[in-house]
């Protein structure tokens, strides 16, 4: 048994398991060796009140145990949300998350992105803001960077996990032209497309053939801008009769802003979202998303940047699939559509 006056080691747990030191510390950091081997080893490392010391693992390894998660827009919710979980998920792994935020700012991420790298950080994982930026080719040539929601063309990443967004935005435009609207707009918090968010391409490709009219709408995360946004759309006389937001935050601009208008949801107008938070279904309406698989998204992120830090494996790729979740928030158009323009300005 080890001497309980001196700090446990991995030798200490290694006897206490029956395990060599070398499975030991791989089953601390959740690699190489079964579920089950990880669990006993961490509960006789608890048992013993082991604890690693970050600097001698630092000095001996030349790694921090500290992994940059640089986030697009914290203001949307579903951002917080997986970024709460990476921070969980990599905590787990015995990593520690550093979380900053660019404020839906290319220039600002440019920056963040590089204080991170210099602060030596073992990984970056982005939810990018600007996939086509020239700065991530140099950041991927110093440090592990693994990319959500969009893969970044012009670097070696390690991994990256994307969604398949194109089809969930033709099903959202063919629900709303099935319940009979004809002018739709979709609101969205990118200036334009890029590959693996298409949203541009989409709406012009699909509504066409769909026969409706789209328009696509550029509105920030954050509820008073999304409502502001919001407003201006729904106050116009030929205002839709659809929206399609592709993040549930905007949609409760929406909300907000139809409330303001005197509009009913969803007799006046439809509404859908896009990353089906919890609290859309306890909205009246409740509203009409798309649920994206966020612990597989977890679970693959951590592991490949966890395997990219270790043993230096790259280019993997993942692509994530939602699931509609119909509510109560769309209804065909009113008949005749409701005219005039309201007047004032939002609240």
Same mark, same amino acid.
């Given at each position: 048994?080890?001497? !309980? ?7 200490? %747990? ?23 081997? @990880? ?8 048992? +013993? ?6 600097? $001698? ?5 030349? !790694? ?5 998660? +640089? ?5 949307? *919710?579903? @951002? ?16 520690? $998350? /550093? *979380? ?28 990018? %803001? ?8 140099? %950041?991927?040539?110093?440090?592990? +960077?693994?990319? &959500? ?23 959202? /435009? ?20 890029? =590959? ?9 490709? #699909?509504?066409?053939?769909?026969? &409706?009219?789209? !328009?696509?709408?550029?509105? =920030?995360?954050? /509820? @008073?801008?999304?409502? $502001?946004?919001?407003?201006?759309? +729904?106050?116009?006389?030929? !205002? ?26 969803? @007799?006046?107008?439809? #509404? ?5 938070? =919890? ?7 409740? /509203? ?20 990219? %830090? ?8 993942? #692509? ?28």
């Amino acid at each position: 048994m080890p001497d !309980r006056r001196r700090r446990p080691t991995l030798k200490d %747990i290694a006897e206490e398991t029956g395990l060599s030191a070398a499975a030991v510390s791989y089953a601390l950091r959740g690699l190489q060796v079964p579920v089950e081997t @990880q669990d006993r080893v961490r509960e006789a490392a608890e048992r +013993l009140g082991y604890q690693a010391d970050p600097i $001698a693992r630092a000095l001996a390894s030349g !790694r921090t145990g500290n992994v940059g998660l +640089l986030c697009g827009s914290l203001e949307d *919710i579903w @951002q917080q949300g997986v970024a709460a979980a990476l921070g969980r998920g990599l905590l787990q792994a015995g990593r520690q $998350a /550093l *979380i900053v935020d660019a404020t839906n700012s290319p220039e600002q991420e440019r920056t963040l992105a590089a204080r991170l790298v210099d602060q030596r950080v073992d990984a970056l994982i982005a939810m990018p %803001i600007d996939p086509k930026a020239a700065h991530w080719a140099g %950041i991927a040539e110093r440090v592990v +960077l693994v990319s &959500i929601g969009d893969g970044l063309p012009g670097a070696a990443t390690a991994a990256e996990v994307v969604f398949d967004n194109e089809a969930a935005v033709a099903d959202a /435009l063919r629900e709303l032209a099935n319940a009979g609207h004809r002018r739709v707009a979709v609101l969205t918090s990118m200036s334009e497309s890029t =590959p693996d968010r298409p949203a541009e391409a989409v709406v012009h490709r #699909v509504g066409p053939a769909l026969g &409706i009219d789209v !328009r696509l709408v550029t509105a =920030p995360h954050d /509820l @008073q801008g999304a409502t $502001a946004a919001a407003w201006r759309l +729904l106050s116009a006389a030929d !205002r839709p009769t659809g929206v399609l937001c592709l993040s549930d935050s905007l949609a409760y601009g929406v909300y907000a802003a139809a409330r303001e208008l005197g509009l009913a949801l969803p @007799q006046d107008v439809s #509404v859908m979202g896009f990353d089906d938070h =919890p609290l859309s279904a306890l909205l009246t309406p409740p /509203l009409s998303s798309y649920r994206w698989p966020v612990e597989e998204l977890v679970t693959t992120v951590v592991r490949r940047t966890v395997e990219a %830090i270790e043993q230096g494996s790259t280019g993997r790729r993942r #692509v994530l699939v939602a699931q509609p979740r119909r509510r109560g928030s769309v209804a065909p158009p009113p008949v005749p559509a409701a005219a005039g323009v309201a007047e004032g300005t939002p609240s």
